[in-house]
């Protein structure tokens, strides 16, 4: 470096710009001046991180994906700074500044110049392509169109209670979906204009993934709640005790990013998973198979929309879980570019990796597993036999580390497989039409494509191992294929594995069936995002190009089925499905205020379902707990965790009576207790009049939808 005038301009700016991000967050108060300087520290310190860590790409690529790094990046320092100290103010504004000046010794000692970033020619990123116009007639089409639906969801947003989202829209949504679908494959197939596609591509991403945000106005599913409260929490008094390990790369991010953009930190919860997923995973697919597999650029955008041919119920709401799972997403995309081209560095699938680990260890640990034979298949040079041998042993090993983890030191109980529950489990996959329900030539197809989507993904992804292990072409040498398929195989059974094990073997303390379900569940949905790589190249390797009748009706088709896959992501009410899922409305919110008002700052135990306990969360947080025989008792009764619950359903289920409720305020060790019934309750005519004979006052809520009864000693 032989001036020293660009690192001061640098260093001046960096210090301005965080000075200005720490008078606005303690001073001033402004979000939109918030929002500018945040963008500008993303993108200004993201496009420096992306040019270093991906110097031979063009810079447009940079640019994308820096900031992702940055993100990942801050994720896992924070949750470090999280656990050491606290998430003050103090310390955000100290995040802040630690990445850019973190940029100077970098430069210094590796002789970069900070002022000129290197730029590679790689996948060139065209802003304007000639001889398109009908094309890019069609991506505007595909534009136009998913900008109405997304506006046609959020006029149609509701904070009634509701039992999927496809309630509030008419079929003419579907039709619309489809159309536009339809443009935008036809768009993505004949022009070369790589901008505007994938800026269309994303678009259409956000609006598959970002139903709930727009229906549900209040928020969706349980967790969030949890999550949203103990993020207001931190953000407040810096740490939540005790410290967990887990759940805190979401939570710093949510928190780092409301700090600086002072944008309500509700907001950022909620749009921050599918606004990355949206932004991100079609450039990372598109990348993956343009640079990694070699297809042609129509080929691999297309390929990014097929990546939700998977309906994406386990993508759709920010939970730490769910961002786990997108890092892991981050860690295979990169993984298979670092195995088949050498372009992207192992450092990036190690960062993505601790963001994963630090955010959910349900994901994170097997992904160490993972990334374990990324590395030992990534090597130039042939593997060594002892290193074959001992990879084995960890493979086997890592079919069992979930069960064994939950079991040995979670205290989680261990038994033998019950086979008739796999039996029952392998039965409810075939579509059975509800009683009472007429058929429907139409949903039983639809619910036939359901049942049979898991195998087709297998079979593709058999196909396209297949091709590549066959492979020989000069950019992608039959070694990097061959060890790309093993990749993604082994990833898939591991995470297949444990998924199985943890449904069939482990049973969790104080958490009901439904909720034994779900962490198996979340990882059985995962494990076929570990096939992805070879699963668009199967798939892909299928459509033929060229402008024919046949290729028309392959795109019809593929909008056909990318439209069934956008309505099987979310809750249903139809001839084959009725979603138990009933979301926390402005009546649960109502109710809740007023069993705080008139508790009179009383200690108080309220026996309630989910939705009606989110409710609670969401006004008051994590106000009381109990002491008690059991451990700590949170005061609204919780399906994750608690005997509270336990309490509700014996009360609503095997009679609301008096002496139930005596129990659990002895054993929160309070004198005042509540009972929550909704209308829409299977029990709803037989625990109301019960609990209106038991209960020393009641009242309803919204003529009836709900009632409270209270109960006191």
């Known amino acids: 470096m032989t001036s020293k005038t660009p690192f001061l301009h640098y260093i001046t700016f960096s210090l301005v710009l965080v000075a200005l991000i720490a008078r606005n967050l303690l001073t001033w108060h402004n979000p939109t001046l918030g929002i500018i300087l945040t963008?500008?520290?993303?993108?200004?310190?993201?496009?420096?991180?992306?040019?270093?860590?991906?110097?031979?790409?063009?810079?447009?690529?940079?640019?994308?994906?820096?900031?992702?790094?940055?993100?990942?990046?801050?994720?896992?320092?924070?949750?470090?700074?999280?656990?050491?100290?606290?998430?003050?103010?103090?310390?955000?504004?100290?995040?802040?500044?630690?990445?850019?000046?973190?940029?100077?010794?970098?430069?210094?000692?590796?002789?970069?110049?900070?002022?000129?970033?290197?730029?590679?020619?790689?996948?060139?990123?065209?802003?304007?392509?000639?001889?398109a116009g009908l094309a890019n007639l069609l991506g505007c089409l595909a534009l136009v169109g998913d900008a109405f639906l997304i506006y046609y969801l959020y006029k149609h947003g509701t904070t009634a209670t509701i039992q999927s989202p496809w309630q509030m829209v008419s079929i003419i949504f579907f039709q619309a979906f489809f159309v536009t679908t339809f443009f935008l494959l036809m768009f993505i197939r004949q022009a070369e204009n790589t901008t505007l596609a994938l800026l269309a591509v994303s678009l259409h991403c956000f609006l598959i993934l970002s139903v709930a945000v727009l229906i549900y106005k209040l928020g969706f599913g349980f967790d969030p709640f949890i999550h949203r409260a103990s993020e207001n929490f931190i953000s407040q008094f810096g740490a939540i005790t005790p410290k967990t390990p887990y759940y805190v790369g979401q939570y710093v991010l949510?928190?780092?990013?409301?700090?600086?953009?002072?944008?309500?930190?509700?907001?950022?919860?909620?749009?921050?998973?599918?606004?990355?997923?949206?932004?991100?995973?079609?450039?990372?697919?598109?990348?993956?198979?343009?640079?990694?597999?070699?297809?042609?650029?129509?080929?691999?955008?297309?390929?990014?929309?097929?990546?939700?041919?998977?309906?994406?119920?386990?993508?759709?709401?920010?939970?730490?879980?769910?961002?786990?799972?997108?890092?892991?997403?981050?860690?295979?995309?990169?993984?298979?570019?670092?195995?088949?081209?050498?372009?992207?560095?192992?450092?990036?699938?190690?960062?993505?990796?601790?963001?994963?680990?630090?955010?959910?260890?349900?994901?994170?640990?097997?992904?160490?597993?993972?990334?374990?034979?990324?590395?030992?298949?990534?090597?130039?040079?042939?593997?060594?036999?002892?290193?074959?041998?001992?990879?084995?042993?960890?493979?086997?090993?890592?079919?069992?580390?979930?069960?064994?983890?939950?079991?040995?030191?979670?205290?989680?109980?261990?038994?033998?497989?019950?086979?008739?529950?796999?039996?029952?489990?392998?039965?409810?996959?075939?579509?059975?039409?509800?009683?009472?329900?007429?058929?429907?030539?139409?949903?039983?197809?639809?619910?036939?494509?359901?049942?049979?989507l898991p195998l087709f993904v297998i079979i593709l992804s058999f196909f396209g191992g297949w091709l590549l292990w066959e492979k020989r072409e000069e950019n992608l040498p039959v070694r990097q294929g061959k060890r790309l398929a093993i990749l993604c195989a082994m990833g898939f059974l591991i995470f297949i594995f444990n998924a199985a094990l943890l449904r069939f073997t482990i049973q969790f303390a104080n958490i009901g069936y439904a909720e034994q379900t779900q962490y198996p569940g979340r990882l059985y949905n995962f494990a076929?995002?570990?096939?992805?790589?070879?699963?668009?190249?199967?798939i892909i390797s299928l459509i033929k190009k060229g402008v024919t009748f046949i290729s028309f009706l392959v795109y019809f088709g593929i909008?056909?089925?990318?439209?069934?896959?956008?309505?099987?992501?979310?809750?249903?009410?139809?001839?084959?499905?009725?979603?138990?899922?009933?979301?926390?409305?402005?009546?649960?919110?109502?109710?809740?205020?007023?069993?705080?008002?008139?508790?009179?700052?009383?200690?108080?135990?309220?026996?309630?379902?989910?939705?009606?306990?989110?409710?609670?969360?969401?006004?008051?947080?994590?106000?009381?707990?109990?002491?008690?025989?059991?451990?700590?008792?949170?005061?609204?009764?919780?399906?994750?965790?608690?005997?509270?619950?336990?309490?509700?359903?014996?009360?609503?289920?095997?009679?609301a009576t008096l002496e139930t409720m005596l129990k659990a305020m002895d054993l929160a060790g309070v004198k005042l207790g509540y009972l929550v019934i909704h209308n829409y309750w299977n029990s709803f005519k037989t625990a109301v009049p019960q609990a209106k004979l038991s209960a020393g006052e009641w009242w309803p809520i919204a003529g009836g939808k709900i009632f409270i009864f209270k109960y006191k000693k």
């Open 254 to 452: 949510v928190i780092f990013l409301n700090k600086l953009s002072l944008v309500p930190l509700g907001w950022i919860d909620r749009l921050l998973l599918p606004a990355l997923e949206a932004a991100f995973i079609p450039p990372l697919a598109f990348l993956t198979l343009r640079q990694g597999l070699g297809l042609d650029r129509p080929q691999a955008r297309l390929g990014s929309l097929l990546f939700f041919l998977l309906p994406v119920a386990t993508m759709i709401a920010t939970t730490p879980q769910d961002l786990a799972n997108f890092f892991a997403l981050a860690v295979i995309f990169f993984g298979a570019l670092h195995i088949t081209t050498k372009l992207i560095p192992l450092w990036i699938p190690l960062l993505f990796t601790a963001a994963a680990l630090v955010t959910h260890p349900l994901t994170g640990l097997p992904l160490v597993v993972f990334v374990f034979f990324l590395i030992l298949l990534g090597r130039k040079k042939a593997i060594h036999p002892a290193m074959v041998a001992a990879g084995t042993i960890i493979f086997w090993a890592s079919l069992l580390i979930l069960p064994a983890i939950f079991a040995l030191i979670l205290n989680a109980q261990y038994h033998w497989p019950v086979w008739i529950e796999v039996k029952d489990m392998l039965l409810n996959y075939l579509p059975r039409l509800r009683p009472g329900q007429p058929f429907s030539a139409g949903q039983t197809l639809l619910y036939i494509y359901e049942m049979l």
């Open 528 to 538: 076929f995002y570990l096939l992805m790589p070879i699963f668009l190249y199967g």
């Open 39 to 131: 963008v500008v520290y993303l993108l200004f310190y993201g496009r420096r991180l992306g040019a270093w860590a991906l110097p031979k790409f063009n810079s447009a690529w940079q640019t994308i994906f820096g900031p992702l790094f940055l993100l990942a990046g801050l994720a896992v320092l924070g949750s470090i700074v999280y656990y050491l100290y606290a998430l003050t103010n103090p310390m955000i504004i100290a995040l802040a500044l630690f990445f850019p000046l973190s940029f100077v010794p970098y430069c210094y000692f590796t002789k970069k110049k900070i002022d000129k970033l290197p730029e590679g020619p790689v996948e060139k990123f065209d802003l304007v392509e000639a001889k």
């Open 559 to 655: 909008a056909l089925l990318l439209t069934a896959s956008f309505y099987l992501s979310y809750p249903r009410v139809d001839a084959y499905a009725f979603s138990r899922y009933f979301n926390t409305s402005a009546n649960d919110i109502i109710g809740a205020r007023e069993i705080d008002l008139k508790s009179d700052n009383e200690d108080y135990i309220v026996l309630a379902n989910t939705s009606f306990s989110a409710a609670g969360i969401r006004e008051f947080g994590f106000k009381k707990y109990f002491s008690s025989p059991q451990g700590d008792l949170f005061y609204y009764s919780l399906p994750t965790g608690g005997p509270l619950y336990g309490f509700y359903e014996d009360m609503v289920y095997r009679g």
